[in-house]
């Protein structure tokens, strides 16, 4: 599934226009991303859990040349799934 089916999906269930729900998918995504942006956790129920996380300092190889090259470290965004997310199917 891409943005585009979303929007279409939460076009037809709400019965909206394609341009009011691809204005609504485009302020959650925008709030997701600056929430994550300041580190917060986002949960919602059902689904899982969003969270950054710092990522460890570590050795990678070039490779092309076999070079060495140390990977600073950094910022990840983890997703868990909620339990009712892991029955699907």
């Not at 709030?31 to 969003?50: D, H, M, S, T």
């Not at 983890?78 to 339990?83: E, L």
Request: hydrophobic letters at 40%; zero cysteines.
């Amino acid at each position: 599934m891409v943005k585009a089916d979303l929007v279409k999906i939460i076009a037809r269930e709400a019965r909206i226009t394609k341009v009011s729900a691809e204005s609504a998918v485009n302020a959650i995504i925008g709030a997701l991303k600056n929430a994550l942006a300041q580190g917060e956790r986002i949960e919602l129920r059902g689904f899982g859990v969003f969270e950054v996380r710092p990522r460890k300092r570590g050795i990678g190889r070039n490779p092309r040349t076999g070079q060495e090259i140390v990977i600073p470290p950094g910022k990840s965004t983890r997703f868990r799934p909620g339990k009712n997310l892991g029955k699907i199917g």
